[in-house]
């Protein structure tokens, strides 16, 4: 494997994007782990992913023309079917096996396309991790979507740090520095794939963002958090917000507002990331400005870590050498990355294992 290869995880679902960035035939030209691709429906309805340079001189498969399932390159119109194989060259009638693309699995799973960009054999769609309030009437949100120049595990330590709610997200999903000095995680679950982390605050006023979407501003409530951070870069996060006192934290769930959250990182390159995010709600759904005013409130917030996550990227890239160091809040996000090295440790030493026999 190359060095490049071995910067991130390949044996896994990532999500390519939001099935609305699909409509109406467009072709949507996205690089995912340095391999540009082109992701598009074909007339029949089903999702597609090849490779976005054409086998014959490298043009952009993205510029192309869709045909029923397939793809014409607009350059010379070679045109390529759902599995990348070349199927016409005009004005020659022979096609020389090697004229074709690379094909990735895709799979589209409430409104989210996944790809796999790793050994198609290995491409189990039992294996993609669902998240149940996207296609639960019961849950209302919209997609979202965020483009980061950095490095995705900046974006997961983020995701992975309550703390820096308090001084990034003071006015916006925070509501104040005390969030900080006076909470600690409950406790921090080591899983194999990944970590939970639940954290309550108690007799806390509601965060701006919540403020704007009720009537009761001005009650006190007891916060609940519970992340869970999975491989290569899936965050799910539970908030409950219950009125002060009335026992939630001993399952009393009277009153209580919930927010379900889902947040996915694709790794386009090494220092760039795409950002996927849908934050629902299960209150007030006939209401359709609360789910609005979320994903405003939300896209404040993800500005003022992308600003701060951008900034580190810059600093980190001028000093290759410098070496980050941790707190006893960071357990999680350490733990996080530990277990992503160690599987790409793994995937890497099983492909080299391959490789020799499947050459020879
Ligand atoms: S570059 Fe695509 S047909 Fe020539
Ligand atoms: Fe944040």
Known sequence: MSDTEKLFL??????????????????????????????????????????????????????GRVEQDCIRCMYHGMKFDSDGICVQIPGQDRIPKTMRVRSYPIEERDHLIWIWMGDPALADPDLIIDYEPLGDPGWRGLPAYLHYDANWLLIVDNLSDFAHLAFVHTNTLGG???YAYTTKPVEIERLENGFRVERWHMNADSPPFHKKVIADK????????????????????????????????????????????????????????????????????????????????????????????????????????????????????????????TKIKQETADIDRQRPAAVG
């Open 176 to 178: 104040s520095e005390e």
């Open 218 to 341: 001005d009650a006190k409530i007891d916060r609940r958090n519970i992340g869970h951070m999975q491989v290569p870069g899936i965050f799910f996060l539970e908030s409950l917000f219950a009125p002060a006192g009335t026992g939630a934290e001993k399952g009393n769930l009277d009153g209580v507002r919930q927010y379900r959250n889902c947040q996915y990182m694709t790794p386009e390159t090494r220092r760039s990331t795409h950002f996927f995010w849908n934050y629902l709600h299960n209150f007030d759904l006939e209401n359709p400005n609360v789910a609005i005013s979320l994903k405003d409130s939300l896209f404040e917030g993800f500005y003022e870590d992308k600003e701060i996550i951008e900034a580190q990227q810059v600093l980190l890239d001028n000093d290759p050498g410098f070496r980050l160091r941790a707190l006893e809040a960071d357990v999680a996000l350490a733990h996080f990355r530990n277990v992503l090295k």
């Open 10 to 63: 390949w044996n896994c679902w990532y999500v390519a994007a939001w099935d609305h960035e699909l409509l109406d035939g467009k072709k949507l030209a996205r690089t995912i782990l340095e391999k540009p691709v082109v992701v598009f429906q074909g007339e029949s309805g089903k999702y597609i992913a090849l490779d976005d340079r054409c086998c014959h001189r490298g043009a952009p498969l993205s510029m």
